[in-house]
């Protein structure tokens, strides 16, 4: 009996002994921040807190704190400051050997940064140095904060403008003090699903932050990776520098090898890296070979050409085989040096209520099916856009060099949800758009209906649909964004058109929102809406008439001519794309000897008899496309009191008069839903319906 009880002191001291030895060998690691590092909301902090998801992931090697505390300052003179806290007591007598700080939040308060902004750098240096002082050895990183969504009650009364303040204040103190700096911003700012209050990120949340901790600490991204739009068969863009980029473990070496030509770089902390290789003017079957840590990763058959955007919603999205002469468009698409990028989304706007699989995926971004560069062929054709291949086909045929689309298209999709969040958080006018957006009067009502329709069994109250502000850049513009194009191709409004207002202001945002992505001043064509019996349509294709007209490298191609007065999705495809093709042929290739598009209203100018001459421009040989005098014209004394009015093509101007109207001060052309309007200039192609004022 004695024995067995020394054999069991003899155990017990074993284990006190390498427990304690275990104990001094661990890191201390800290986590000191407000109620995001606390674990606010959660129904067990202690266990779903990022800094207790990231002793998880780092393992029993670490000893990790949690040192939140809620409502907490970094200013010393703020509401509630975090020096005065006990956490911060508890913080230093902790002594870590990293501390890990995400403070700022709350300095966004109206109480704290107005007043006291100047002193936010000295009071973080300040904490800083406190750590050094209990811990000299101490791996510090400081954080960008975590997002603050617009659905906060103070965002536009000066959180959102605080907030970027703070984030450049946050990055220069880390360049004074010589820490480390985690981005805990970009990898949740476009999750708003997961911040019930737009302001503490839920258990999924804070699993991504203790990720993108565990990976700074760690210096572990999982080693080399390349972005899915760069593969086997993709055509680089001619005449560009070619941006390659990625991620690869900390510091770790990258070396790239396409064609001839080498480049290498390291991956910086945050496990990014880029590099360029010269422009090309013309290649094919080149080999892109990426190394990295003994890890290899092979693109072979790659051309050189023209690679362009092709995005939109169902009518750019509208499939080769779905259009007129489908078979004869499908054969003809052999041998012409295509290549193509078909993101085809994983599930469908139709009227249906999807299931609780895809509304997850939904939310994880994972919307895409997974696609790759391919070899336009017969057997995949019938499945692409037919607007985007007959835009591709006729720059074939000119240019006889290799193309790439990448088609980037959904159906119903508004405006709106291309354009990335930024860029509508900080618009003066469609911030607006991002509230209740289901409610929101800026959507049109058939978008929010079918997004309801499709979401009605989620039970997140914040579940992403496709047709919601930002969703499609954020999933599928940003994976793209930087792969060099030439410029893009848009087929959209339908979903927009109730309000004209609001998608002139939409347009211009997204514009910029793309172009500011691939830092480039990105030529822009799009297809005006075409003749549909919907009331709005007159006047939604003269705003884009003059959007064509406001914007530089930007320009329209007419569509009403093949519209379908009870059908969204005219089927006759092939004049659109090559309309735009002669526009991009004009404007960024040069080719001046192309006419780029129909007759197009000048200026119009009243006789004294009430005559008014109407002069264009790209009008030679301007007349009717069925031969007959030019119709649809109106002419009014005054805004909306319009008559119809008789029109006589003369020495390459248009004559037109009206007996009810003796001072005619107004013109309009093809101003119905479902237009005949017939005027069309000697390469038939016809013009664009739209209303002016006659001087």
Same mark, same amino acid.
């Given at each position: ?407 980037? =298209?959904?159906? #119903? !999709?508004?405006?709106? &949800? ?6 509508? /958080?900080?618009?003066? @006018?469609? $911030? ?72 002139? =202001?939409?347009? #211009? !945002?997204?514009?910029? &929102? ?6 480039? /001043?990105?030529?822009? @064509?799009? $297809? ?72 197009? =209203? ?94």
């Amino acid at each position: 009996m004695i024995y067995k009880k020394i054999v069991m002191l003899g155990i017990l001291l074993l284990f006190t002994v390498a427990a304690t030895f275990a104990g001094e060998q661990r890191k201390k690691v800290a986590c000191i921040g407000n109620s995001v590092t606390y674990g606010y909301g959660h129904a067990n902090a202690a266990a779903t807190s990022y800094p207790a998801q990231l002793g998880t992931m780092l393992g029993e090697k670490y000893d990790v704190r949690n040192f939140g505390k809620s409502g907490a300052t970094l200013l010393r003179k703020g509401h509630r400051p975090y020096n005065k806290q006990a956490e911060y007591e508890a913080a230093l007598e902790f002594a870590p050997d990293l501390a890990i700080i995400h403070l700022g939040l709350n300095d966004t308060d109206p109480r704290n940064w107005p007043d006291y902004r100047d002193e936010f750098i000295p009071d973080y240096l300040a904490l800083i140095d406190t750590l050094r002082a209990v811990s000299p050895k101490v791996e510090i990183w400081i954080c960008r904060m975590t997002p603050i969504f617009n659905a906060h009650p103070r965002f536009k009364s000066g959180t959102r403008d605080w907030h970027a303040q703070i984030q450049q204040a946050i990055e220069e103190t880390a360049a004074i003090a010589g820490t480390g700096l985690i981005d805990l911003h970009s990898p949740l700012y476009d999750r708003p699903d997961l911040f019930a209050d737009a302001l503490h990120p839920n258990e999924e949340g804070a699993g991504i932050i203790a990720k993108t901790v565990y990976s700074a600490i760690t210096g572990e991204y999982g080693g080399l990776s390349l972005p899915a739009i760069y593969g086997n068969n993709m055509i680089i863009q001619r005449d560009k520098p070619f941006l390659l980029k990625g991620t690869a473990n900390a510091g770790a070496k990258v070396t790239a090898r396409l064609g001839k030509e080498k480049r290498s770089t390291r991956a910086l902390p945050d496990g990014k890296w880029q590099m360029e290789f010269a422009p090309l003017s013309r290649g094919e079957g080149l080999v892109l070979e990426v190394k990295s840590e003994g890890k290899v990763v092979t693109f072979e058959n790659i051309a050189v050409g023209e690679v362009w955007l092709c995005s939109g919603q169902s009518n750019m999205a509208f499939m080769l085989k779905e259009g007129t002469a489908a078979q004869k468009h499908i054969a003809s698409t052999k041998g012409r040096g295509i290549r193509i990028y078909d993101m085809k989304p994983r599930v469908i706007t139709n009227p249906v209520a999807w299931d609780s699989i895809d509304l997850v995926k939904l939310n994880r971004h994972d919307y895409y099916k997974p696609t790759a560069w391919q070899e336009l062929t017969p057997e995949n054709a019938a499945d692409f856009s037919a607007v985007a291949y007959h835009f591709g086909a006729m720059l074939a045929d000119s240019l006889q060099v290799p193309i790439g689309l990448i088609c980037n =298209a959904v159906g #119903g !999709a508004p405006a709106e &949800s291309f354009i990335d969040r930024r860029t509508l /958080e900080h618009h003066p @006018y469609l $911030v607006d758009i991002l509230y209740n957006w289901r409610a929101n009067d800026f959507i049109q009502p058939w978008v929010r209906q079918r997004a309801s329709q499709n979401i009605a069994n989620s039970k997140n109250r914040l579940q992403r649909h496709p047709y919601e502000p930002c969703y499609l850049f954020e999933t599928g513009i940003a994976p793209i964004a930087g792969y060099p194009v030439r410029g893009a191709i848009w087929y959209q409004g339908e979903s927009n058109a109730h309000n004209v207002e609001a998608y002139e =202001a939409l347009f #211009g !945002a997204m514009l910029q &929102s793309w172009r500011e992505a691939w830092n480039d /001043e990105l030529p822009f @064509y799009f $297809v005006q809406l075409s003749s549909l019996n919907r009331p709005s349509w007159p006047h939604f294709r003269d705003a884009q008439r003059r959007l064509a007209l406001a914007h530089e490298k930007c320009a329209m191609a007419v569509s009403s001519d093949h519209g379908n007065p009870y059908d969204v999705h005219p089927k006759e495809k092939q004049p659109i794309g090559q309309r735009l093709a002669r526009q991009a042929l004009y404007g960024t290739y040069g080719y001046k000897n192309i006419v780029p598009e129909g007759p197009t =209203a000048k200026a119009a100018q009243c006789d004294a008899r009430g005559t008014v001459c109407l002069k264009l421009d790209n009008a030679q040989g301007l007349t009717t496309s069925d031969g007959e005098a030019p119709r649809t014209f109106e002419l009014a004394e005054a805004q909306g009191l319009y008559h119809p009015a008789t029109a006589e093509i003369k020495d390459g101007c248009i004559y037109i008069k009206c007996k009810q109207v003796k001072a005619p001060a107004r013109i309009r052309y093809g101003w119905q839903p479902y237009t005949t309007a017939n005027l069309i200039n000697g390469d038939s192609l016809p013009a664009s319906t739209f209303q002016m004022e006659i001087k």
